[in-house]
């Protein structure tokens, strides 16, 4: 990946960590104080504006990465999507543990940056080549 990649996808970051903080601070901020909600919002629109513009500008440097990020991201929310509802028992990540695969029974093994077993044993996984699967328990070696 292009260092300038790389930095842009810094900023992202960086500044998705702070919209984060600033939506928690909205959420804290009294109803009655519309102007104070008004300044954490107007923070919130800028900070997502400036996420639009750093990925434009990926784009116009390597749209194969801004592609596969757009695809990631798409993944990843389809990953949340499913697992809202499920109660994990089992979690490997990438990021984590350093690894992260399942194996499937007939040997098969599919390296991941997510692995999570729910309580009724099956597995969803989001894979290294950013695609979200769901298999039944009795179909992962463990």
Known sequence: MKERVKGLLQKINFIETDMELQKQILFSIPSDQKDEMKKVMDVIASQKQQINEL???IKEIDEDEYNRIITLEEATAKFRKLSQ?????????LNEDGQCSVTLNDGTKIDCLVAAKDEEGNWT???IDA???EYP???IRE
């Open 55 to 57: 990925r434009q500008a």
């Open 85 to 93: 509802d499920k109660k994990f028992v089992k979690v490997h990540t």
């Open 125 to 127: 996984v989001l894979t």
């Open 131 to 133: 695609e979200t699967r």
């Open 137 to 139: 328990g009795g179909l």
